[in-house]
């Protein structure tokens, strides 16, 4: 789930490359490979150059609060595609930059735009791998979206990291593309009174002559939009209860740790059933960040969660949330994207994960919440292609409830044996991996007595909604596995 900015933010001009920094002579568009940049299709297409992969980024930061600076210097390790690269393209907002190496020698870059085009001293070789480094400093602040600044956002104590869909670049210089999926290393040094959390395994932290380095590694392939940091004045929770075996933290304002404790007092139970319904946890701990500003929805990265004040309540409020964010675990980080038209393969799945935490743990079963997400998009324009919506719908809320009714009738079409068993080997046999909706269709084939074609071309492929998902038996669909309530 994005990060939604307030009204301010939707008025902010153009927040990238206002100054730029020019070091050869090139247009501003820069040159493009028959291949060309972007992730396509409308969808984010000046973002990330498909032209090579990324690795492996090891960032080294250096944040002060107060005047919201950042000096970082930022090591990528990639590899080049099929053909050499005389030269290529990173994604970074307006920063002040200081030397640009490939393979520890100075290049050429021009920096307009958002884009930063290196120019290597020679030629990188078709599948060589190369490394980039670069220097840069500046105010980081959120760029601009057709949703408002998304991106690092200054809190009144703080700040904190929203990447999705296209925020990574205003923090780090990267390949800003989902499906290029990388390990990460993050180093950030801040003020020693500040907790900072960053999605990923604390390795280490130190700290001297006031200030505190946290070193964070994740090693499972991430995409650049799920990369976080929080930093804030927070009080440290955890190992929460440790089912599933699975270390889940949380960073908790002091003033809403009671409450947190009652709201988030089920996540270890959540752990327990998704592993179950959806295989093993796919990364090595779960973090959850509280802030002490309100946020309009919580934000989504690869082991971390954020949410705002608002959102804890003392009475589990949230509660929906609070699972929705944990599916997208397995749903959206770990089982990615290929490109953003295939959006509802994460906000669909999350959201009948909701429903099922509620069928479980005794609250209205999926098909009665069904019937009721069915007669609200009943009453709502019917001009959204689920399967390929356009651009600025991807965040929809119609995506989000119709992807999960989608899942619903899938589930009614297979009965819960074949259903329950086709959604864990889904998430476990592209686990780390990017996907397509054509992916999902053929993978549900697999499992379907019947052919399920004019099902999905309902769902996925025409504006107008298809009738309410009709179970197969009366009351609750069964699980696999025998209940006690």
Not at 129 to 147: D, I, L, M
Not at 429 to 457: I, Q, S, W
């Amino acid at each position: 789930m994005r990060f939604e900015a307030d009204a301010r933010d939707t008025a902010r001009p153009e927040a990238v490359g206002t100054t730029g920094t020019e070091h050869e002579s090139v247009s501003d568009q820069g040159p493009r490979s028959a291949a060309g940049e972007g992730s396509g299709a409308g969808y984010f297409a000046t973002h990330g150059d498909p032209r090579y992969r990324v690795h492996r980024y090891e960032l080294a930061l250096d944040y002060r609060p107060g005047p919201n600076r950042l000096a970082g210097t930022a090591r990528i390790g990639a590899v080049a595609g099929e053909r050499p690269l005389p030269e290529f393209a990173l994604d970074l907002a307006d920063f002040r930059l200081g030397r640009v190496l490939v393979n520890g020698h100075r290049a050429r870059y021009t920096h307009r735009a958002g884009k930063l085009r290196v120019r290597p001293e020679t030629a990188i070789g078709a599948r060589a791998a190369f490394t980039v480094e670069v220097h840069y400093t500046g105010n980081p602040k959120p760029v601009r979206s057709p949703w408002g600044g998304v991106g690092w956002e200054e809190l009144t104590d703080g700040s904190l990291v929203a990447g999705q869909p296209i925020g990574a670049p205003s923090w780090f210089p990267c390949n800003d593309r989902p499906d290029d999926k990388a390990a990460y290393q993050i180093s950030v040094t801040a003020p020693s009174v500040y907790t900072v959390a960053v999605s990923g395994r604390l390795l280490t932290h130190s700290t001297g002559a006031g200030n505190t380095t946290w070193v964070y590694e994740q090693s499972a392939p991430t995409a650049s939009y799920l990369v976080s940091v929080s930093i804030g004045r927070y009080d440290t929770i955890g190992p929460l209860e440790p089912h599933a075996g699975v270390p889940q933290f949380a960073h908790v304002p002091g003033r809403l740790v009671p409450r947190f404790l009652v709201d988030f007092a089920r996540q270890p139970e959540m752990m327990t059933l998704f592993e179950e319904l959806f295989g093993p946890y796919p990364f090595g701990e779960y973090t959850v960040v509280v802030t002490d500003d309100e946020l309009d929805i919580p934000i989504e990265a690869q082991g971390l969660a954020t949410f705002g004040a608002n959102h804890v309540d003392g009475a589990r409020g949230a509660e929906r949330l609070v699972a929705h964010e944990l599916a997208h675990q397995w749903f959206g980080n770990s089982v990615g994207l290929a490109d953003w038209r295939h959006i509802w393969l994460n906000e669909g799945f999350a959201r009948y994960a909701e429903w099922l935490w509620a069928e479980r743990s005794g609250g209205r079963s999926a098909a009665a919440q069904a019937a009721v997400e069915h007669a609200q998009l009943g009453a709502l324009a019917q001009d959204l292609l689920l399967g390929a919506p356009r651009p600025k719908l991807i965040f929809d809320e119609r995506i989000y409830a119709r992807g999960a009714l989608t899942v619903h009738a899938v589930r009614c079409a297979l009965g819960d044996a074949d259903f329950f068993a086709m959604l864990r080997d889904w998430a476990t046999a592209h686990r780390h991996g990017v996907v397509t909706t054509e992916d999902f269709t053929a993978h549900v084939a697999r499992y379907a007595a019947r052919p399920l074609t004019e099902l999905f071309d309902a769902w996925l492929y025409d504006e107008v909604l298809p009738p309410l998902p009709q179970q197969q038996r009366r009351g609750r669909l069964g699980w696999p596995w025998a209940t006690s309530g």
